[in-house]
T-cell receptor, first 110, second 113 residues
Framework: SQQGEEDPQALSIQEGENATMNCSYK?????LQWYRQNSGRGLVHLIL?????REKHSGRLRVTLDTSKKSSSLLITASRAADTASYFC??????????FGTGTRLQVFP | KAGVTQTPRYLIKTRGQQVTLSCSPI?????VSWYQQTPGQGLQFLFE???????NKGNFPGRFSGRQFSNSRSEMNVSTLELGDSALYLC????????????FGPGTRLTVL
């Protein structure tokens, strides 16, 4: 399968703590994207990082990309209960398809 | 701008039946993609349509088909439903010039009994 792997599969933290999720993929990419999904609903695009970028920030989100290791991480700082959701990485490569990872389920307790 | 809409939101069918799901993309978006999401297989790409032509296809049997109309609205059809087709079907649209950032609809939850 081309699907990427994410770890951990599930993560539980307290409000105010940071959450880090990792994504590994298999093929060469043009860019890597992170999406959030609340309770089996549609996905929301969070951030995109191009293959020639190493780090990107957006508000409380920080994404890193290491193309030599074919891996990326998403850091959510100062988490809130509203951040509770599933987070997916998705790679965009030469096939022009988005290939999603297996997802990390994040639970933030108030 | 209105977001991506999908109808119906929930659907219950029995094995052997067929089903048609509908997706209206964001105004101006000409690309529509479909994904199947199940607990076991995760998010899997079904197909993408652009200007009424299928541009990309995932690894699904021929029972899964789709089409796109001149107004960019898209439908997907699943014939001879199987229990394993129970899933959340997500539609996403994007502008032609994007880096493949997708805008997702809320999904259609299909249950096959």
């Amino acid at each position: 399968s081309q699907q990427g792997e994410e770890d951990p599969q599930a993560l539980s933290i307290q409000e105010g703590e940071n959450a880090t999720m990792n994504c590994s993929y298999k093929t060469s990419i043009n860019n890597l994207q992170w999406y959030r999904q609340n309770s089996g609903r549609g996905l929301v695009h969070l951030i995109l990082i191009r293959s020639n970028e190493r780090e990107k920030h957006s508000g409380r989100l920080r994404v890193t990309l290491d193309t030599s290791k074919k891996s990326s991480s998403l850091l959510i700082t100062a988490s809130r209960a509203a951040d509770t959701a599933s987070y997916f990485c998705a790679t965009h490569g030469n096939t022009d398809k988005l290939i999603f990872g297996t997802g990390t389920r994040l639970q933030v307790f108030p | 701008k209105a977001g991506v809409t999908q109808t119906p939101r929930y659907l219950i069918k029995t094995r052997g039946q067929q089903v048609t799901l509908s997706c209206s993309p964001i105004s101006g978006h000409r690309s529509v993609s479909w994904y199947q999401q199940t607990p076991g297989q995760g998010l899997q790409f079904l197909f993408e349509y652009f200007s009424e032509t299928q541009r990309n296809k995932g690894n699904f049997p021929g029972r899964f088909s789709g089409r796109q109309f001149s107004n960019s609205r898209s439908e997907m059809n699943v014939s001879t439903l199987e229990l394993g087709d129970s899933a959340l079907y997500l539609c996403a649209s994007r502008p032609a010039s994007s880096n493949n950032e997708q805008f997702f609809g809320p999904g259609t939850r299909l249950t096959v009994l």
